[in-house]
């Protein structure tokens, strides 16, 4: 299998506190990997060190087998990295259209153009002359994934996608990372929420005061309750 | 008072206002986008006015000294955005480092100024092309003035066609919101700014040399250049370029007016303004709720 993300032995620090103890993990091509975890267990502080928002101090980030450690942010989307923030971030005083036109900034090319974004996401064509801050917490979101799904990302990073969504929005979340699987999308996610994570990933592991402490495929997951409870029960 | 002397009053107001628009826009384009209060933005006005008295010396042409300004001025400040300015952004205590660094470089760029050209004043002429008036009826304008007002409304407009018509205008608004996610998309933000910064000091520079022969050019211009811009931007909402044009307008026609009918009242007018639009809108008058800014 083809490795498209490689986090090896990361450890990385907000000033001097130390948030990540040796994280570790690969996806490959074409999958959807699930990083699980409780509220401040350090899901986010990961992905923003695979990003290099917070370079790690110690470990290796290898993106399709090339070392990106001392890259800039923009640079490393550049090569591929995807990155959808937990808070959403649109751009709230420009239009829908030209919050995905942004997303093209990577210079990248592949399958997703406007015209695509447009028929994956028909409600992104109805508003696209709208301003970004107006629309709903849900339409946000989704406009958030379109915008850097315009970059054609190798991987796409989605941070805690699910959080603050109502259970209809989480459906039709669930339906769009479904179909990106089907189009081949490689993804990495972060949840807390065991249901959707189940319903999408394909292996996962868990995440614990910044310590890997398990690693399966999702089948596995599935029947393995006293995991469940011991690290991801609320 | 007759229509006539109203009519030259508004339009020698309407030409202050469009110096005063370039260098208080290049001040708060800077903050809204790259969070920098550049106190140091009056410098590069008076560092423009120099550039280009040296390039007139050069070439006898008047042009050649106003892009001369411009040019040298963007690049001094392009060069001390990329070599102090990034440094120090996103530092704890990046607001104070900002002041404490910028002012030093008024310091500097005065000091700098009186070294290389002396203490004494230094005077440029008009343009010969534009050194007559225009008569139309009873109201007679200088020419230079009237080519100042064509010449900012021609920076407004192509201000507005890139900020909001062009790719870079939308990074630009994009990253005065947030800055870190326009990153991530791939865009090379240090660049936009210094880009931007020096695009703005530019701005600044040329209104510098454009003034140049309606004012002296001396150390210490800039500080007093910075004062009344600062004025401009706090009416006008900080980081709202927009903003900034209309408080210019204002500032500029009040100082024209309050001449004529309060002489001796003058030159406190344009801060009575400010502090009349702080009692009723403390943000500025064009600034949005929660802090949103838009360019």
């Known amino acids: ?234 | 008072m007759s229509f006539d002397v109203l009519i030259s009053q508004f339009l020698g107001g309407l030409s202050v206002a469009m110096l005063l628009f370039l260098v208080a826009s290049g001040l708060t384009l800077i903050f809204g986008v790259a969070k920098v209060f550049n106190f140091a933005h009056g410098s590069f006005y008076m560092l423009g006015a120099y550039f280009s008295f040296q390039a007139i010396n050069l070439f006898n042409n008047f042009w050649i000294g106003a892009l001369a300004g411009a040019i040298g001025a963007g690049l001094i400040g392009m060069v001390l955005e990329i070599c102090f300015i990034r440094r120090i952004s996103g530092r704890e205590e990046e607001g104070a480092f900002q002041i404490l660094l910028t002012y030093a470089f008024i310091l500097i760029i005065d000091d700098g100024v009186k070294f290389i050209w002396g203490p004494a004043y230094k005077t440029i002429s008009k343009p010969e092309s534009l050194a007559g008036a225009l008569t139309v009826g009873p109201v007679t304008i200088p020419t230079y003035n009237l080519f100042i007002i064509l010449l900012g409304l021609v920076i407004v407009v192509t201000a507005w066609y890139v900020l909001s018509r062009t790719r870079m205008g939308k990074i630009i608004q994009a990253a005065s919101t947030d800055t870190q996610m326009v990153g991530m998309l791939g865009v090379n933000v240090s660049l936009v700014m210094s880009l931007l910064f020096g695009v703005a000091t530019a701005m600044g520079g040329l209104a510098g040399a454009m003034a140049a022969p309606l004012r002296t050019i001396a150390p210490g211009t800039g500080v007093e250049i910075i004062i009344d811009s600062l004025i401009v931007v706090v009416i006008g909402g900080l980081g709202n370029f927009w903003g900034a044009l209309f408080a210019a307008i204002l500032i500029g026609e009040v100082n024209a007016f309050g001449i004529l009918w309060l002489p001796q009242w003058a030159s406190l007018l344009s801060f009575a303004v400010m502090i009349v639009v702080l009692i009723f809108k403390s943000k500025g008058l064009f600034t949005r709720e929660q802090g949103r800014k838009k360019i």
Not at chain 1, 54 to 62: D, M, Q, S
Not at chain 1, 117 to 144: A, C, H, K, R, V
């Open chain 1, 1 to 234: 299998m083809d490795e498209i993300l490689k986090v090896q032995n990361l450890h990385s620090y907000y000033g001097k506190s130390h948030i990540l103890f040796g994280v570790e993990f690969s996806v490959n091509k074409g999958e959807t990997f699930c990083l699980m975890g409780r509220n401040g267990a350090g899901k986010t502080t990961t992905f923003k060190s695979i990003v290099m928002l917070v370079p790690p101090k110690v470990g290796k980030v290898l993106l399709n087998g090339r070392e990106i450690n001392g890259l800039k942010p923009y640079q490393a989307a550049r090569l591929g990295l995807g990155l959808v923030p937990e808070d959403r971030r649109i751009f709230g005083d420009l239009s829908v259209k030209d919050n995905l036109l942004l997303g093209t900034s990577s210079e990248r090319k592949g399958y997703w153009d406007l015209a695509k974004i447009y028929t994956y996401f028909p409600i992104l064509l109805e508003y696209q002359d709208q301003l970004g801050g107006n629309l709903s917490g849900g339409e946000q979101q989704m406009l958030t994934i379109a915008r850097t799904l315009m970059g054609n990302p190798d991987i796409l990073l989605l941070d805690e996608p699910t959080e603050g969504l109502s259970p209809v929005m989480v459906k039709v979340l669930k339906d769009l990372v479904l179909k990106l699987k089907e189009l081949g999308t490689t993804i990495l996610l972060s949840e807390q929420n065991i249901k959707f994570c189940m319903a999408v990933a394909d292996r996962l592991v868990i995440i614990d005061k910044g310590h890997i402490v398990y690693e399966a495929d999702v089948e596995t997951f599935r029947a393995d309750e006293d995991i469940k409870k011991k690290y991801l029960a609320v």
